[in-house]
């Protein structure tokens, strides 16, 4: 068993990651101005690009889940109860006592029990209403015959999923400063490369067939 | 005095010499008190339609007679009547007379199927001179016949149709009131060039903008106080004003959309075709409606954006007039607002007069009181009111008992709903009136307004006479008592469509306090939320925010102390 630096987000993960949150932000700042929050962009500017990006990012998600699909990157996400208290304990309590995070990265798990469920709930809660009701919305004059109820309904669930997503991102950026620095943990989403606990077995062949992604 | 702006509406040098002499023979021959009467300067709020005496008559672009009138020989004799000119049209033109007297705009009559109410000008009341009924004498001016005084006219002579004022090209042809009125009044068409019925018979064609305006621009008692999207400026106006009948472009006719059959024409506001389902119709099909549609189509914009294909999917709910036309009375008429009839009767040495203290866009002044009809207030480049509308308009009849307490009384109000799949939001010219009613009924009035004998409000000033008078002449129950109720009405605007850069943007309608603020009853982003959502999502935010500002605090303070 050793710590090694290993390519654990491969050059379309960090793609992903990164498009995927340059259009939330931009989802985020129209969808709040066409809310009404803000009139920092008129409102056909602000439903253009809400409209562009939403549609560039559900492009980006059917790349995403066949990348996932096909490369089996999929397994990071299925949950666990397995330390899964223990990561919340840390969070609650241990973090301030300086104790260290209970979780040791993975070759095949790369996230923690408690992201891996935050991340799963994510993708297969919020963002699936967000786009279903994004998608109605946008289309609403397809399937309602009036502007009233049905549409009511619809602009709530958006507006409330979007409300959630904005949460995760606060909680998911503050979370990045948990770490010995803030640099440390958003490096591998630049790089690829983290700290991550081998066996024995798969530093030796990471080292022989993979030298490239292994530090 | 009409000779007087007569000429200079004329205004060229060239005419310079007729006007001295003309001024000459008038100060030479008129006794003093008229010479005296030539001294007012021509007035807007008292056209009467002389003034439609225009000084470049528009061109037609879309004619394609075969037929020169002035090459007719039946028309080159030295006519002495109107009825006489419409007898030799009648000559060629055999069906003509018929077909006109199922129009409106003889019949004065209309029956609205859906509601059953009875309506044209022979039974509404209005809220600017109220009725025309039983002051005919005065309204029927704008009548297209010659001579309906009173209820002897024969509607079924059709010599009585006036065929000139609708197809006169030459611009001098005019109507004055069939009877002179209360002396008050009747100064007012005095010293009129007697009409060159020869010439004006040879002139004829297709009506154009200034042959309809003479009537439609006018409603209300003077330019542009009715309709608002309707005035004098439409006569020669530029692409600003009105993207279709610009002068320079376009230039269509008012028929270019009201499209007529046999002397019936589309587009009456009695019956509204709010939301056009139908668009252009089939290739080749001409469609009888006077609808953006039926030539725009049902997705007039281009589906070649975002933007676009959303406005387009805006056009079930939102009627085309409302984001084409930004604002009415853009063209430099002002268009009535207030009226308040409670002022009216008010005397200087017993003599009726008018103040004019409204200056429009055109440099016109505008009478802000008037002895005959009290307190104005006018506007310009007006926000129209807007309102869900599926075309029906219900009226409050003479016969329409209702409650003043209850507040404004609407003289017409618009059906819709957003709901009802029928209707669009539609914008709506708003006039609000202080008018007298029948106290004891609780009905509107007719009021006896123009006459020659002691009971015509105008020149006698007395509302209790007038009422009186004008019930009685109708067979109407009056309790003898009036007082005066708040009233609204409402115009459907369609005329003054901006070109598309004036349009209305997204941001007038989709924010919180935009031109939709008062409608009700669906949801639109940018203007509506939900209360109860915005609060839990900002509770939310803000209490992520300290939570994540608390538990890095700690940890900053616990690091520090282990350190």
């Not at chain 1, 066409?34 to 990006?53: M, N, R």
């Amino acid at each position: 068993m050793s710590q090694r630096y290993i390519m654990i987000f491969t050059r379309f993960e960090r793609f992903w990651h990164w498009s995927q949150m340059l259009l939330i932000m931009i989802l985020l700042f129209t969808g709040f101005g066409i809310h009404g929050f803000h009139q920092l962009l008129d409102f056909q500017s602000a439903v253009e690009l809400h409209t562009l990006c939403a549609i560039s990012l559900l492009v980006l998600w059917i790349f995403a889940i066949f990348w996932h699909l096909t490369t089996g990157t999929w397994r990071h996400y299925v949950p666990t109860t397995d330390g899964l208290w223990k990561v919340a304990q840390f969070y609650a309590f241990g973090i301030f006592k300086g104790e260290r995070h209970p979780y040791h990265k993975a070759y095949w798990r790369k996230h923690n029990p408690l992201q891996a469920i935050s991340y799963l709930a994510l993708k297969l809660f919020l963002f699936p209403v967000i786009w279903i009701s994004g998608i109605l919305y946008l289309l609403y004059p397809l399937w309602a015959t009036t502007s009233a109820e049905q549409l009511v309904w619809v602009a709530i669930i958006h507006t409330a999923v979007a409300f959630a997503i904005l949460l995760f991102v606060i909680i998911h950026i503050y979370l990045l400063s948990t770490g010995h620095s803030f640099k440390e943990h958003v490096m591998p989403m630049i790089n690829g490369f983290d700290k991550v606990e081998l066996s024995s077995e798969e530093e030796a062949y990471l080292e022989k067939d993979e030298p490239g992604n292994i530090r | 005095m009409f000779q007087h702006s007569f000429i200079l509406r004329l205004g060229h040098t060239s005419r310079l010499m007729v006007f001295l002499f003309i001024c000459f023979i008038t100060v030479t021959t008129c006794p003093p008190s008229m010479a005296e009467t030539y001294e007012h300067p021509s007035d807007v709020d008292m056209n009467f339609r002389q003034n439609i005496v225009v000084e470049k008559p528009t061109v037609r672009v879309d004619s394609n007679s075969t037929a020169d009138h002035s090459k007719f020989e039946e028309l080159k004799q030295p006519f002495s009547s109107g009825p006489e000119v419409t007898k030799t049209c009648l000559k060629c033109h055999t069906e003509a007379g018929h077909q006109f007297m199922k129009n409106i705009h003889w019949t004065w009559n209309y029956k609205n199927e859906k509601t059953g109410q009875l309506l044209g000008k022979k039974h509404l009341v209005n809220n600017f001179c109220t009725n025309a009924r039983g002051n005919e004498g005065m309204c029927a001016q704008c009548h297209a016949g010659y001579g309906w005084k009173d209820e002897t006219f024969d509607f079924t002579n059709q010599d009585n149709i006036d065929c000139i004022v609708c197809h006169d090209r030459s611009g001098t042809y005019y109507k004055t009131p069939p009877t002179e009125g209360n002396a008050t009044c009747s100064i007012m068409f005095e010293g009129k060039q007697p009409i060159q019925w020869s010439e004006v018979a040879q002139s004829v064609g297709l009506p154009v903008r200034e042959n309809c305006g003479g009537c439609h621009f006018y409603g209300g008692g003077g330019d542009g106080v009715k309709h608002g999207d309707l005035d004098s400026s439409l006569i020669h106006p530029d692409k600003k004003l009105d993207v279709h009948m610009d002068e320079a472009g376009l230039n269509f006719s008012c028929n270019s959309c009201h499209v007529s059959d046999k002397h019936i024409w589309e587009g009456s506001r009695y019956d509204v075709v709010a939301k056009d389902t139908k668009g252009t119709g089939k290739p080749g099909q001409r469609r009888d409606v006077a609808t953006c549609e039926s030539c725009h189509g049902l997705q007039p914009h281009p589906n070649d954006s975002l933007s676009n294909i959303k406005l387009n999917n805006h056009i079930d709910r939102i009627a085309c007039q409302t984001c084409h036309i930004p604002t009415i009375a853009r063209g430099g008429v002002a268009t009535m607002t207030d009226w308040d009839w409670r002022t009216a009767g008010k005397t200087k040495n017993g003599e009726g007069y008018k103040e004019k203290e409204y200056t429009q866009g055109d440099g016109e002044h505008r009478a802000t009181y008037k002895s005959i009809k009290g307190d104005f207030k006018y506007a310009e480049n007006l926000v129209p009111h807007y309102g869900w509308f599926n075309g029906q308009m219900i009226y409050t009849t003479i016969d329409t008992k209702f409650d003043p307490s209850k507040g404004v009384v609407d003289i017409n109000s618009y059906v819709g709903s957003a709901t009802d799949g029928k209707s669009r939001i539609w914008p709506f010219k708003q006039m609000h009136t202080v008018m007298p009613y029948d106290k004891g009924n609780n009905t509107l009035v007719y009021m006896h307004l123009w006459g020659e004998d002691e009971n015509a409000y105008w020149g006698n000033y007395d509302f209790g006479n007038a009422i009186k008078a004008g019930m009685e002449k109708n067979n109407l129950p009056y309790s003898g008592e009036y007082d005066f109720v708040d009233t609204y009405s409402y115009w459907p605007i369609t005329h003054m469509v901006a070109p598309k850069e004036d349009a209305l943007t997204c941001n007038e309608c989709h924010v919180k306090d935009g031109r939709m603020t008062d409608l009700k009853g669906f949801y639109m982003p940018g203007r509506d939320s939900n209360y109860w959502l915005d609060l839990l999502g900002i509770i939310a935010i803000i209490t992520t925010l300290l939570a994540v500002i608390a538990h890095g605090l700690i940890r900053v303070v616990m690091n520090r102390k282990r350190d």
